[in-house]
């Protein structure tokens, strides 16, 4: 039988005992085009340009000027236009105090005055020198004044038209005074 593989030298070769030596496996081939050192120093930089621009917005954004603090004529307006909705709903007694504490606090917030603390004849005497006070002024806030106390403390029978007026002229001396 073995003769017969003589004839096919081939297949001697398998049949022998003694295998060939198999060739190694080759390699593998770095198919990356750059090398390690500049996908490092590329992947830096990108994140120091990041951070840069991380610094920079929140740096931008803490030094724009905040805006500026309401006016006390902006607060009072503001407070008025809130209390004319509740023109209906209030008593003329409950809205003439809210409207002339209003009107007090903007008075003492704008003049530095004590127009919280005074009753309305202090106040109106303390203002009688006062030169940010027009003559206008000073008629418009003794007529408001006076029919708020007659409101309050007389408990004078006021109707929802009073109220709007005391609304009206608050709204008139925080503008400008006119009457």
């Known amino acids: 039988m073995i003769a017969g593989f003589a004839l096919f030298p081939m297949l001697a070769q398998l049949a022998s005992p003694t295998p060939a030596a198999l060739?190694?496996?080759?390699?593998?081939?770095?198919?990356?085009?750059?090398?390690?050192?500049?996908?490092?120093?590329?992947a830096a930089a990108a994140l120091a340009l990041l951070g840069l621009g991380a610094f920079l917005a929140v740096r931008w954004i803490r030094s724009r000027p905040a805006p500026p603090p309401p006016t006390p004529a902006e607060i009072a307006i503001e407070s008025l236009n809130k209390a004319r909705s509740q023109i209906d709903d209030l008593q003329p007694y409950a809205f003439s105090i809210l409207v002339s504490d209003i009107l007090r606090t903007y008075i003492s917030a704008r003049y530095h005055l004590h127009a919280r603390e005074q009753t309305s004849p202090e106040f109106?005497?303390?203002?009688?020198?006062?030169?940010?006070?027009?003559?206008?002024?000073?008629?418009?806030?003794?007529?408001?004044?006076?029919?708020?106390?007659?409101?309050?403390?007389?408990?004078?029978?006021?109707?929802?038209?009073?109220?709007?007026?005391?609304?009206?002229?608050?709204?008139?001396?925080?503008?400008?005074?006119?009457?």
């Open 124 to 179: 109106l005497a303390s203002i009688s020198n006062v030169p940010g006070f027009s003559d206008q002024e000073k008629a418009l806030l003794a007529l408001f004044l006076e029919k708020c106390d007659l409101i309050k403390f007389a408990r004078l029978n006021a109707t929802r038209e009073d109220s709007a007026m005391l609304l009206e002229q608050a709204i008139r001396f925080v503008e400008g005074g006119q009457a």
């Open 23 to 42: 060739k190694d496996i080759a390699p593998p081939i770095d198919v990356f085009p750059y090398p390690a050192w500049e996908v490092v120093l590329v």
